[in-house]
């Protein structure tokens, strides 16, 4: 994951898999249409995943590019690159997004808000490469009060045109128009006595 940084506010992030691919074993069958379907041995393949900007400014941080998405425990979307307890990571949430994440009450306040609209480049139903359009924005409102102690409300709009067959002269391509609601929320906190932490996550969508 090489960063290039620019002064002390503007960093250049980009992300890639190599080698990747399948060096040894038995490679599958008639999974082709799999995005990893391993069918043939390919060890040196190289897989890009991020390029984006990153500017800090206004007691946030505004990012452009190809970046990876995440919410609360994953339930929705997740980069793939953390522990989770929701979905499956496997390439994770890749968007063509413009974002804005901060705390406009200040550094100190514990009021988050986060500002996104993405074209959805890969995720577990969309693969932009094989025509699958998917675009969405979002808002998100978080109470932070540590790394592991938040709870936050995202709300999501989001269209999908799947690249389905056609399925009539006059009905054209099918379209999925949603809205989404998505609490999730983390703790920990310190047993009485011990130096034992206890850990708690929970997402609600």
């Given amino acids: 994951t090489p960063v290039l940084a620019y002064r002390t506010n503007v960093r250049f992030i980009a992300q890639l898999d190599v080698p990747t691919g399948l060096a040894l074993g038995q490679h599958t069958r008639?999974?082709?249409?799999d995005y990893d379907s391993l069918s043939s041995r390919q060890p040196m393949a190289l897989s890009p995943r991020w390029l984006y900007a990153e500017v800090a400014a206004n007691h946030g941080i505004f990012r452009v590019g190809q970046q990876p998405a995440t919410?609360?425990?994953?339930?929705?979307?997740?980069?793939?690159?953390?522990?989770?307890?929701?979905?499956?990571?496997?390439?994770?949430?890749?968007?063509?997004?413009?974002?804005?994440?901060?705390?406009?009450?200040?550094?100190?306040?514990?009021?988050?808000?986060?500002?996104?609209?993405?074209?959805?480049?890969?995720?577990?139903?969309?693969?932009?490469?094989?025509?699958?359009?998917?675009?969405?924005?979002m808002f998100g409102a978080s109470y932070v009060?540590?790394?592991?102690?938040?709870?936050?409300?995202?709300v999501l709009g989001q269209e999908r045109r799947p690249n389905a067959a056609e399925r009539g002269p006059h009905l054209g391509k099918p379209v999925e128009r949603t809205a989404t609601f998505d609490v999730a929320g983390s703790w920990n906190f310190l047993v009485p006595g011990q130096s034992t932490y206890v850990f708690a996550e929970t997402e609600f969508a």
Avoid at 30 to 33: D, K, P
Avoid at 78 to 89: A, I, K, M, T, V
Avoid at 145 to 154: E, M, P, T, V
Wanted: aromatic share 8%; glycine share 12%.
């Fill in 30 to 33: 008639e999974v082709e249409a």
């Fill in 71 to 137: 919410w609360g425990s994953g339930l929705l979307f997740n980069s793939g690159d953390e522990r989770l307890s929701f979905g499956d990571p496997r390439g994770g949430t890749i968007v063509e997004r413009v974002s804005w994440k901060g705390r406009p009450l200040g550094t100190r306040s514990h009021f988050e808000l986060l500002v996104a609209s993405d074209l959805v480049f890969a995720d577990a139903r969309t693969r932009l490469a094989d025509g699958d359009i998917a675009v969405q924005s």
């Fill in 145 to 154: 009060k540590s790394a592991h102690r938040r709870i936050g409300l995202l």
